[in-house]
């Protein structure tokens, strides 16, 4: 099998936004990416999204990012906050899941129309 030396643009990758972003929209998406702004909230999204259950106790994400856990729980604050992470106390721990959703309407908000 040969791959073409030409891709063809528009076999590939349509995109979901067909317009530009309104005020509203275009804030919200700041939001999620001013979080993502910071490498340590990067790597936390990243070892959420690869852990086998699909989800993180704080308790285990202060190690793989060398911090206390009271600033893994800020820099998770801002996440949630931003909507990046669903979080669901149980007990004295609160664990995390990555909204996929979110991270996708905030790709799809700057793909070209």
Known sequence: MSLPTVIDQTACCVPRVTSALTPHDAERAARV????GDPTRVLLLSLIAGS???EACI??????VGLSQATVSHHMKLLAEAGLVTREQRGRWAYFAVNDEVLRAAA????PA
């Open 33 to 36: 990416f001013k979080a993502m």
């Open 52 to 54: 086998p259950e699909g």
């Open 59 to 64: 308790c285990d994400l202060t190690e793989p």
């Open 108 to 111: 799809d908000a700057l793909r």
